[in-house]
């Protein structure tokens, strides 16, 4: 199975700062089928980026992705108010599908 | 716009079993897969089961193989997932969720989710 380790495991930012988390990967993720998902509290994950650097419909573009292998990055370029919460990268490219611990970008 | 609406969650005592429900609307259901991922209290995702758009295709975590079973019935738009010999560690919030339709195992959207708590 392919473990997923995010970093760090809190980032405190303030609004219109740069967000860079890390997701690596114990083995290569084929064809980077690697999404990202955005949770905030007592709410679903979100569906931010898929094959590493897609953005999925209606993601804002401070969103980005990028990476390929076994290291990826989710970069939120200017941190908007709405954007603190838990992120988590997920491998979808094997069965057992698995996810990172997850990566809380709270307010500083 | 894409709904799923989960519903059967509660209180169960270990040992029992519970029933899961999965409604979706705003797509055209029978062709994507369908997956089930839950959430422990305080802790992170786990994807537990996939069906695939005509149920010939399944698969289970590890965690839930030969306890927990995967339906679907694509005239109702809804999926299923029968949980027996429930366990305190299966306490969790249950999301169902959809396959993207893209030939792969992504998943785009997740409905609100039902907690499940096994205690006695």
Same mark, same amino acid.
């Given at each position: 199975e392919i473990v997923l380790t995010q970093s760090p495991g809190t980032l405190s930012l303030s609004p219109g700062e740069r967000a860079t988390l890390s997701c690596r990967a114990s083995q290569s993720v084929g064809r980077n089928f690697l999404a990202w998902y955005q949770q905030k509290p007592g709410q679903a994950p979100r569906l931010?980026? *898929?094959?590493? *650097?897609r953005r999925a419909?209606?993601?804002?573009?401070?969103f980005s992705g990028g990476g390929s292998g076994t290291d990826f990055t989710l970069t939120i370029s200017r941190l908007e108010p709405e954007d603190f919460a838990v992120y988590y990268c997920q491998q979808y490219?094997? *069965?057992?599908?698995t996810f990172g611990q997850g990566t809380k970008v709270e307010i500083k | 716009e894409v709904q799923l609406v989960e519903s059967g969650g509660g209180v169960v005592q270990p040992g029992g079993s519970l029933r899961l429900s999965c409604e979706a609307s $705003? !797509?055209? !259901?029978? %062709?994507y897969s369908m997956n089930w991922v839950r959430q422990a209290p305080g802790k992170g995702l786990e994807c537990l089961s996939f069906i695939s758009s005509s149920s010939t295709s399944i698969h289970y975590a590890d965690s839930v193989e030969g306890r927990f079973t995967i339906s679907r019935d694509n005239a109702k738009n809804s999926v299923y997932l029968q949980m027996n %010999?429930?366990?305190?560690?299966?306490t969790a919030v249950y999301y169902c969720a959809r396959g %993207? $339709? $893209? $030939?792969?195992?992504l998943i785009d959207y997740w409905g609100q989710g039902t907690l499940v708590i096994v205690s006695s």
């Open positions: 931010l980026i *898929s094959g590493a *650097s419909t209606a993601i804002p573009v401070r490219a094997e *069965s057992p599908r | $705003g !797509f055209t !259901f029978s %062709s %010999s429930l366990r305190a560690d299966d %993207s $339709g $893209g $030939g792969d195992w």
